[in-house]
Each structure stands twice: as C-alpha cells, then as structure tokens.
C-alpha cells in the first residue's frame, strides 16, 4: 500500500462543474503539499497545508491532520484547469508522492 | 526572485556524450534536490544536497553525476546514459533544516536520450 494514496486517479469533468480530488496518508508529517503539472511541463506548488483550509482564487484546499485526509476543490471549473494534481507528504526532508490525478475538463 | 531555474529546458544527447543539466535559486534555499519523472508517473527522488553537502543519494547510478557548487546553484552531470534515461529532470529547492515550507520546483529539462 502506498504511503500517499489518491482518488480519483482520473477524472472528467464539464466546465463549471465543482471538482473534489482526495488524498489520504499513513505517515507523520509535517506539511502536506498540493502540485499542478500540465502535460509535458513542470510542477507548479499550488498550496502547502499543515492544519485548516487554504483558499486561491477558485481552489480550496483543506486538511484534517487527525483522519490523516486532505482534499483540493476546483469550483467552476474551466478546460485551462486540465492537468494533473499530485498530493505530496513531507516530514523533515523527505516527500513523498501521491500516483496524481489526471483532470480533463471538457467545454 | 522566487523561482527555481532549470536549463536546458529541452536536451537530446546522444550515449556517448557528456552534458549537464543546471538548477539556480536565489531565494537562500539551503537544500537542494534532484528527481526524474517518468511519464504518468509521479517524481523519484535521486539527490538531496543539504548545505552544499549530498546527504541522499538514492542509489543512483554513478552515469548520474550530481554537484553542488555553491549554495545557489546545483549541476547534474550526465555521461553514458542509456534511452531508458530518458525523462523530465525536476530540480526543487526547501529552506532546508527541516522547515516543511517553501518547497519550490523548477520546470524541468526533458531529457531525450538517443
């Protein structure tokens, strides 16, 4: 089992729909991070999170340390919003990383 | 400046050459990290400098050469690679000393082997 697990591993949506991606760890940690990469390019840190919520523009980040869960919400979503989302765990130097989950958002 | 730098952004080499990749930082960063990505696959880490010191080797093979010269620049060495080297070459760079935030990717070198 991996140590960072996500859901879903796709995901298609229609523009404007709300959009929820789960992430669900077994170890300690010290920051949780969520990361955008589109197609062939670099990651981009979207939130880092150690407790609460986070919000940027039309992204929600949220965590709860004590389930040792943490989702990232897209609210009217837009086809520029296709990528991957990737759930990375730190504790002191090391990250570990979730599968990703590759978003498709149709017009 | 709050970015992490990474150059050459495309690389095609042929197994016999020599080249190296570059990440820069100047945001006082003192750890520094390298990972390969395969495609639809998340990063592996290879190498993490702390303090200019490698403190991670990841048990890499030694055609992986990685160096830190000083605390803003890191190089990874490349020499007799093979096809299946082929990969996105991510460059990151933390705080260092444990600080969790501040975690900073660079964009990448897409490096094709041939």
């Known amino acids: 089992k991996n140590e960072v697990e996500q859901s879903p591993q796709n995901l298609t949506a229609q523009e404007g729909e709300f959009i929820t991606i789960n992430c669900s760890y077994s170890?300690?940690?010290?920051?949780l991070h969520w990361l955008q990469q589109h197609p062939g390019g670099g990651i981009v840190s979207l939130f880092m999170l150690s407790s609460g919520k986070k919000k940027h523009g039309r992204l929600i980040a949220t965590i709860n340390i004590q389930e040792k869960h943490s989702s990232l919400h897209i609210t009217a979503s837009h086809p520029r919003d296709s990528a991957v989302y990737i759930c990375a765990v730190r504790n002191l130097g090391d990250m570990r990383f979730g599968a990703g989950t590759r978003l498709t958002v149709k017009p | 400046d709050t970015e992490v730098t990474q150059t050459p952004k495309h690389l095609v080499m042929g197994m016999t050459n020599k080249k190296s990749l570059k990440c820069e930082q100047h945001m006082g960063h003192r750890a520094m990290y390298w990972y390969k990505q395969k495609a639809k696959k998340p990063p592996e880490l290879m190498f993490v400098y702390s303090y200019e010191k490698l403190s991670i080797n990841e048990s890499v093979p030694s055609r992986f050469s990685p160096e830190c010269p000083n605390s803003s620049l890191l190089n990874l060495h490349l020499h007799a690679l093979q096809p299946e080297d082929s990969a996105l070459y991510l460059c990151a760079s933390s705080p260092g000393g444990g600080d969790p935030y501040g975690y900073t990717f660079g964009s990448g070198t897409r490096l094709t082997v041939v």
């Open positions: 170890v300690g940690i010290s920051a």
